[in-house]
């Protein structure tokens, strides 16, 4: 692993899902910042950019659709996975067309979870070795 962390930001309007993944990944060695309001995981990422985000589509002001629809434009190697209890055909669709990386339903096991940031990671790591 090269010195370089990996950095993921969480954004899920439960608290209980961003206390459950955060320590999960940073004991994988990731670094981790996690947001219950989309409004500051936006200026958040604005000040600092995310390898890796992961967000929830159904949430109060600005929905994890309009959200990762931002951070795709802001930065487009950005690797986005959607978590949602709200899963449909749909949404998972309209989230792929908009380059995201992995969509998983609620309830999801950390396993899930593990999984699809190491697809991200390494896609990433792909991307970086072709420059």
Do not use: C, W
């Not at 947001?35 to 109060?60: G, N, Y």
């Amino acid at each position: 692993m090269n010195n370089q962390q990996m950095s993921i930001l969480i954004l899920d309007d439960e608290p209980i899902v961003t206390k459950r993944l955060k320590p999960s990944l940073e004991k994988k060695g990731y670094y981790v910042e996690t947001f219950t309001r989309s409004i500051d995981a936006i200026t958040r990422f604005k000040q600092r950019p995310f390898d890796i985000v992961i967000t929830d589509l159904k949430m109060e002001g600005i929905d994890g659709m309009e959200f990762l629809t931002e951070v795709k434009e802001m930065r487009p190697e950005t690797e986005v996975i959607v978590i949602t209890g709200f899963a449909t055909m749909d949404t998972a669709k309209e989230s792929f067309q908009k380059g995201v990386l992995d969509f998983l339903a609620k309830p999801f096991r950390l396993s899930e979870i593990h999984e699809a940031v190491a697809k991200a990671e390494k896609k990433i790591k792909e991307k970086k070795a072709q420059n």
